[in-house]
Every structure is written in C-alpha cells, then in structure tokens.
C-alpha cells in the first residue's frame, strides 16, 4: 500500500505565517488514507513550530503516527540528513508525497540516494500559474514554496519523479470566511478560528475582505478525491529563479486545471465533521 508523506511548514499556531497548511492537515488526517508519517520543514513558520502545530492537529483528528524533524533551512552541502529525508530513505515505501512547503526534505533524500526517485508514486505539491506570470515573476503570485529553496525545487524536478501541481492561480479560487470557518465542530471548531484569526486581519489589512485563499487544501482534497478536481497533463519548465513555468519544456506534469470552490469546500467540512477515520493497518 502506498503511504502519504505529508511534508508541511504549517502556521496554524503559529504567532505568523499563513494557515492554509492546518486545513490541508485536518483534511489528510480525517481522510481515511494511510498517512505513513508527518513532516515539518521550515516556510510559513520555523520548522520546530510546524511540528508543534503538527502534533495539536494530529491530536485533534486521531492520529497518533510518527511526526517527523525536517530541514530547518535550505539545502546545504554536507549538512546532516534531516529526520524526514531518512524516512523516505529507510522505509520500503512506495511513497506518494504531499508537498505543503519548501521542497528540502524530498530533495535531500534525492540527493543522498537517487534510487529513492523509484518509490515515489508521485509528488503532490501547490506552485505554477497558468493564467499569468505577474508583472515581477514570481513574485506575484508568490512562488514562495518553490523559490524558499532554489536548490531542492531544481533536484525535484530533474529526479523525473511523478509531478502534480496545483497552481497558484487554479488553488486561489477556494477562499474561506470566519462564517465558513464557523462550521468546524467540537474541538476543531474551537482551534482553526483561534488560530486563524490573525490571517483573517492580515487578510482585511492587504485585502480589505475577511476571507483568504487556501492554497493548500485544494492540493489535500485532490489528494482525497481526484475526481473533485479537473486535471490535464502538460509540460513545464524550470526558470533559472526557481518557478516552473507551465506549457512550455519537456518536463511532463500533472496540472489541477479546476474544481467546484463551494463543492470542495463542503467535502472538507464533511471530512472534519466525521470521527477520526481509523489509520489502515502499517501506516
């Protein structure tokens, strides 16, 4: 059976950083799929405190697996492997690995050993846009996920392992309200609007509205329901910035090209409303 590797820099607990990370979480871990482990990595948040926000979550949604140390920064030469990338090195795997931040622990584990390349089924990860580049590539959207470690994005692409993107301007049509939010249940509902609260005023101060996209749930729920989202195969190329620019190139991706915003949205709090969903056996 194929595990998930969730590898995430999630800020929802964190005194910063965006929030989107813990509603993709919530949506993994309440999904039934046999999540082998979680990782934290450095982005949104430090990678300490992404574990720490990983371990309330996990607590809240009935998973009691392993929760993995990873990069606390970009790759370097002969730095230590972190925790996750030997995970992904000694366990027998297949593995499909779900990419919520930086891609430095997946990266890492390629560069020590690219025969780990063969046990990833595939790479689910947020980045790209296929509408437009921005007036300042990348910067708008921002590709902070695939520029934050120039390094790692370059060793993903080049490893020829499996790749689908959900990008930026595909992900940033499923936005959430204080009201969507009030949905949660039970402890669920008491965590994410305490700990979302301050994305929703950053959100009002930088947008004038109390709603903020969620980047990285769209990628959870692809993950949970393929079918939910409209896909295509297509090229991409790695721009010298890290940013993979799409329709272009030789490398062959996978792209989410579409998905029903209100749709998804409901599969998400019906997830969360359920009982924790029992881990397969040998996740």
Known sequence: MTGLVVDSDNGLGSPRGDVDD???LIALLRSGLPVAALAGVFGNTAEWRARANHRALAALCG??????????????????????????????GPWRVVALGPLTNLAAALEAESRVAARITEVVAVGGN?????????????????????RATRDVVESGVPLTLVPLDVARRLVVTPADLAALPGSLGE???????????????VRGRRAFPVWDLVA??????????????????????????????????TVVRAFDPRGLWQRFIALATAAPAPQPAGS
């Open 191 to 205: 965590h994410v609007p305490r700990h979302a609260a301050r994305w929703f005023r950053r959100a009002l101060l």
């Open 63 to 92: 998973y009691d697996g392993p929760v993995l140390a990873g990069a606390a920064g970009p790759l370097r030469a002969r730095a230590p492997l972190p925790e996750a990338s030997r995970f992904l090195l000694g366990g027998a």
């Open 22 to 24: 813990g509603l993709a």
């Open 220 to 253: 959870a729920l692809f993950v949970v329901d393929p079918a939910a989202c409209e896909t295509e195969a297509t090229a991409a190329r790695l721009h010298p910035s890290g940013w993979l620019e799409l329709g272009v190139g030789t490398r062959r991706v």
């Open 130 to 150: 296929r509408s437009s580049r921005g007036r300042w590539p990348p910067y708008w959207p921002y590709e902070f996920n695939l520029t934050a470690d120039r």
